[in-house]
């Protein structure tokens, strides 16, 4: 059974970087739309940023021109790369993505629509 496996998280003082990662856990033809949402202690899951197949993106307003959504299509891969973090941002964060798993799944437009599993971001000093 295909998964989604998030990768990346860690602990970095504010000010610093990271990069996460999403991908599926087998072979797949492709991923049609993304996304990465993350939840905070305490608080509901928001979204953080989304990319389509061909590229286009929406961010929160709390997080736009510091993160960067993007994808590699050919990896089937997609990333999160989170400049000038803030201590608000701590929260485990988790991709979503609609995984079309196989070339009769494409013909037919047939998507299963998966979570990762979550990945902790600490920004703390």
């Known amino acids: 059974q295909v998964q989604l496996v998030e990768s990346g998280g860690g602990l970095v003082q504010p000010g610093g970087s990271l990069r996460l990662s999403c991908a599926a856990s087998?072979?797949?033809?492709?991923?049609?739309?993304m996304g990465w949402y993350r939840q905070a202690p305490g608080k509901q899951r928001e979204l953080v940023a989304t990319i389509t197949s061909s590229g286009n993106t929406v961010y929160a307003d709390s997080v736009k021109g510091r993160f960067t959504i993007s994808r590699d299509n050919a990896k089937k891969t997609g990333y999160l790369q989170m400049n000038s973090l803030k201590p608000e941002d701590t929260a485990v964060y988790s991709c979503?993505?609609?995984?079309?798993?196989?070339?009769?799944?494409?013909?037919?437009?047939?998507?299963?629509?998966?979570w990762g599993q979550g990945t902790l971001v600490t920004a703390s000093s």
């Open positions: 979503n993505a609609d995984l079309v798993v196989t070339y009769s799944d494409y013909i037919t437009n047939r998507y299963l629509r998966l």
């Open positions: 087998r072979s797949i033809f492709s991923i049609n739309a």
